[in-house]
């Protein structure tokens, strides 16, 4: 069974970069036809999508973090990653990373609150 | 990119059947049919509910069903149960320049 573990700090400071990684157990992250994405949801508030990646280096963005979000699938390490720079109060979030199959999230990791405070 | 735009609340009594809509731009729906639909309890992950509209994850509820007309996809979900408290949110691809949007969330209520 597919399982996804988000790993990273908790707590970053506003100007900095947030880095978290996806680990990918019980399957390959070089299967074709899976996408790879990271989804964001602040305290109290809905889900956004914030970009995804192909094991070939293929990504696409939510174009309102475009400027700012890098996601890297990693298939030595069988994870992917996604960092956000220059981060303020308004990125703080719970982070999910999710598996993208036939345009729909079809395994979730549990997500991890990542906040962002000096 | 603007999300999709469903109901905040939607309520129902047990046994009944609710449904809850998702409005987006025609561009978002008609030419991909790629929407789907997630449960979300407090405190946990969103899990897939519906793909492709109107298809059924193995383990999913048959209680859960889809449909699309124009721009406007829609969860009925029947015979409503305690545990279906939970908020709804739909997601769909949009095209090349804006990939994929959520919907704003529905959070359905057992009375």
């Known amino acids: 069974q597919l399982q996804l573990q988000e790993s990273g700090p908790g707590l970053v400071k506003p100007s900095e970069t947030l880095s978290l990684s996806c680990t990918v157990s019980?399957?390959?992250?070089?299967?074709?036809?899976?996408?790879w994405g990271w989804i964001r949801q602040p305290p109290g508030k809905g889900l956004e999508w914030i970009g995804s990646g192909y094991y070939t280096g293929s990504t696409y963005y939510n174009p309102s973090l475009k400027s700012r979000v890098t996601v890297f699938v990693d298939t030595s390490r069988n994870q992917f990653s996604v960092k956000l720079s220059s981060v303020t109060a308004a990125d703080t979030a719970v982070y999910y990373c999710a598996r993208l199959s036939s345009g729909a999230l079809d395994s979730w990791g549990q997500g991890t609150l990542v906040t962002v405070s000096s | 990119q603007s999300a999709l735009t469903q109901p905040a609340s939607v309520s129902g009594s047990p046994g009944q059947s609710i449904t809850i809509s998702c409005t987006g731009a025609s561009s978002d729906f008609g030419t991909y049919n790629l929407v789907s639909w997630y449960q979300q309890h407090p405190g946990k992950a969103p899990k897939l509910i519906l793909y492709g509209g109107t298809k059924r994850p193995s383990g999913v509820s048959n209680r859960f069903s889809g449909s699309e007309s124009g721009n406007t996809a829609s969860l009925t979900i029947s015979g409503l149960q305690a545990e279906d408290e939970a908020d709804y949110y739909c997601y769909s691809y949009a095209g090349f320049s804006t990939p994929y949007v959520f919907g704003t969330g529905t959070k359905v209520t057992v009375v």
């Open positions: 019980g399957g390959s992250i070089s299967g074709s036809n899976y996408y």
